[in-house]
């Protein structure tokens, strides 16, 4: 079974900040995923990766297969952008997916 | 894209009944999760339901707690049978769809349905 890893946990930061949300895990995969979810429940997906980097807007996903870790980059943050950001990864097929505990960030005016 | 609701949105139970949760998408998929996420935990996988056929159950979860029924391509139910407040919980479908020209694979997640067991 595969076992995601978040780093940090918990992430406070100032408007305009570039933030990093760091996410490893321990078996090969076929896709990653970025996922945020909001106060309430619901949940956007973000990003999937398979390789190399995606960009949206102000969001940037990067993996690196060999090293087994993906990256989440916030450029120029807002406090709408505070959220909770998860990471998951999955084999594929019936697979579903396997979670990070998610990292809460918050952006203060 | 999809769309997912599901019912009831959230609900208050009391312990040993039972509560269906509705998972309706608005195009046909193949397979649907569900979910779990307990407070302050990550989300779980429940088990994968595919129409036609049983669900496949992940481990720690059982299909007497947790039947699942998948009549057709568009619609699925979860009930957690026989609750405690140990099952306390956000629930939430999933579905997987192929995007663009089979390039990528996009999660969608319906709204969550949040019970509270007394």
């Known amino acids: 079974k595969n076992e995601v890893e978040q780093s940090p946990q918990n992430l406070t930061a100032q408007e305009g900040e570039f933030i990093t949300i760091n996410c490893s895990y321990s078996?090969?995969?076929?896709?990653l995923h970025w996922l945020q979810q909001h106060p309430g429940g619901g949940i956007v997906s973000l990003f999937m990766?398979?390789?190399g980097k995606k960009k949206h807007g102000r969001l940037i996903a990067t993996i690196n297969i060999q090293e087994k870790h993906s990256s989440l980059h916030i450029t120029a943050s807002h406090p709408r952008d505070s959220a909770v950001y998860i990471c998951a990864v999955t084999g594929g097929g019936a697979d579903g997916l396997t979670f990070g505990k998610g990292t809460h960030l918050i952006i203060q005016p | 894209s999809a769309v997912i609701s599901q019912k009831p949105s959230r609900d208050i139970c009391q312990r040993g009944t039972s509560l269906t949760i509705q998972c309706q998408v608005d195009s046909q998929v193949t397979m649907m999760f569900w979910y779990r996420q307990q407070p302050g935990q990550s989300l779980t996988l429940i088990a994968t339901a595919n129409q036609g056929s049983e669900a496949t159950y992940e481990s720690g979860f059982v299909i007497d707690k947790f039947p699942i029924s998948r009549p057709n391509l568009t619609f699925s139910t979860l009930t957690v049978s026989n609750m405690s407040p140990e099952d306390s919980s956000i629930y939430l479908c999933?579905?997987?769809?192929?995007?663009?020209?089979?390039?990528?694979?996009?999660?969608?997640f319906g709204p969550g349905t949040r019970l509270t067991v007394l």
């Open positions: 999933s579905v997987e769809l192929t995007q663009g020209t089979g390039s990528y694979n996009e999660q969608f």
């Open positions: 990766l398979s390789s």
């Open positions: 078996v090969g995969i076929s896709a």
